[in-house]
Every structure is written in C-alpha cells, then in structure tokens.
C-alpha cells in the first residue's frame, strides 16, 4: 500500500463514446500523521483520576480523493488501534486499548465502533469506565476532525479535463499560497524605466524541449483552458483560448493573445513579461508531438529582449513545465 503524500494520477477511460477523465490524489501519507496528531495526547479526567492516549500502534488502512467530472469524492478506510494510560488518584498506573475498526467513508461518525478496553494482566480500574464514556467522546470527535480536515485541506488542486475538455474547479480560495517572485522567475521585478514605445528592442531567441506524461489534447487544453491555467499558477487569470483571444495571468506580470490555435498540435502567441519595453513583444510558438503514452513540446521564443533569455527560459521551466507536471500529474509514471 502506498503512503506517498498528494500523489495525482489522471486516468482516463471511456463513456457514451467520449473520453472522460478522473484525478486521484494519494492522502494515505498524510492521513496516518494526521490521525495520529489528533489521537496522541487526548486526556480525560474525573473523580478517579487522568486518562490519555500515549501510542498509536496501528494504522492500517488508505485514504484517497477522486475527482470524477467535477464531482470530489472522498475515500478512506482505517482499522485503528490506540493505547491509553490511566493515572489514579494515588499515582497507580493503567494501560489499556482503543479500538476502532470501522472508520470509513461508509460510516458516519455516531456509527462507529469505538471499544475501550484495560490490556492484559491490568486490575479492574474505575479509570476504563471514565474512558468509555468520557474518552470515547473524545476519540469520536478526533476522528471527525480528522474527517473534516480531509475534506478541507485537499480541495484546491484537484483539477483536470473532463469530457471535451471541459475543467470543473472553484475558484482559487483568497488563502491559497501564491507564487513568490524572484529576480529568475515569472513575476515583477524591480528594473530601469523601460525605452520609450517604438525604440528598437535588441532580441534574441531560444527553444526548448520538454515531455509530458499525457495525450496532446490534454496538454493543448492546459495551456488555452482559464481553470487549468489558473490551478498551475495558483493565482486568477484572465485566458480567452480563441484565436485572437488575450490572456493575462500571475497578477499582471505576464500577458499577452493567441495569435493561432491548431487544436491537440499547436499554439501561437504574442507574449511578454510585465517589465519588458512598453508594447514588446515575443512569439512563443509550442508544438506538441504525440508519443503514444507520453506528448513531446517544443517550445520556440522569438523576438526576447537580449538579456532577458535566462530569465525567460528558466521562467518557463519552472512555472509553466514543472508547475504542469506537479498539478496535474504529468510529470511521473503510474503502473
């Protein structure tokens, strides 16, 4: 069973005749750490003396998140055992045992079995029926939390392509972290009073070439589909995906319009970075060759303002290739 935290995969299958596609994401890693943040250090107390939970000896089950059009569903499926330890009145100690078999996706919160129990060889305590009526409540509602947790924490970012390359997403929350800027990065940077309009820009150009784990018509859609452009950048965008069609993305450092659109094979645009010279721009042309399992893009850029290549290439890397690749899992392969 695999325990790697946010894991994306895109898979893709077949219904009434067209492709539909689903994201799931791995939160079985996540889940276990979680579970035990909320279960270790629980304590109740009473006339008799002190509980609390010490261990979590054993987590076995999995947890995932599937989008499938637009819908979220959660599953997970744990077989819990906790360990507490009780502290009498007159400094006696007790051990004993939660067990939780039964928490699921299929249950709700008041159906769960949740027994309480002193371990092996321990004497009768008044301590076990203060953890059964007062200590169950407790696990009861960290188990919730942990529920609710699940639900809240792994929303953003669950996107993809669904039937005709249609994307279901909410709107990036105002918490969700933005893209910090550097000097190398896509973003605004602190520079000279850009040259006058209509003073000729030195240029120079460059290409790249990257490869995808998806279909060309998932990646052509990535690039000219406002959700999925605003889910990898992780802030607002403004992307009209027709020819003729401007976009503006990353709070204004970026914008510019989609001079051709071949669809699954082609895109052409006029691009540029907030700080270049007023009214420059570059052509950004990116072709993409399918590979059977896998998509390869070649990325031409003309027309960039001579000493700015670095920052244009190393921007495009990092904040178009690897932020594609890591939101929607193109980026490794899923057996």
Known sequence: MGRNLDVVRILRGVHMGQSVFRTERDVTGWSTDKLKELLLGLRVEG?????????????DGEASINNRKGK??????WNVTATWTGTSKAGIKYKGNISVPNLSDENDMDDLDISVSLCKDEPNTPLTELMKKEGVKKVRSALGSYVDHLKSEFTQGMILPTVNGVVSNPQPSQTQTKVKLDK????????????KTGVKVPTCKFSLKETFLTSPDELYNTFINKDMVQAFTHSAAVVDGVKGGKFQLLEGSVSGDFTELVPDKKIVMKWRFKTWPPEHYATVTLKMKDQGSETELKLECDGVPTGEEDRTKEGWKRYYFEAIKQTFGYGARLY
């Open 47 to 59: 006339p008799e003396g002190s509980c609390e939970v010490t261990d979590v000896p054993k987590l």
């Open 72 to 77: 979220l569903i959660y599953f997970y499926e």
């Open 184 to 195: 190398t990065q896509i973003g605004p940077s602190v520079s000279a009073p850009s040259p």
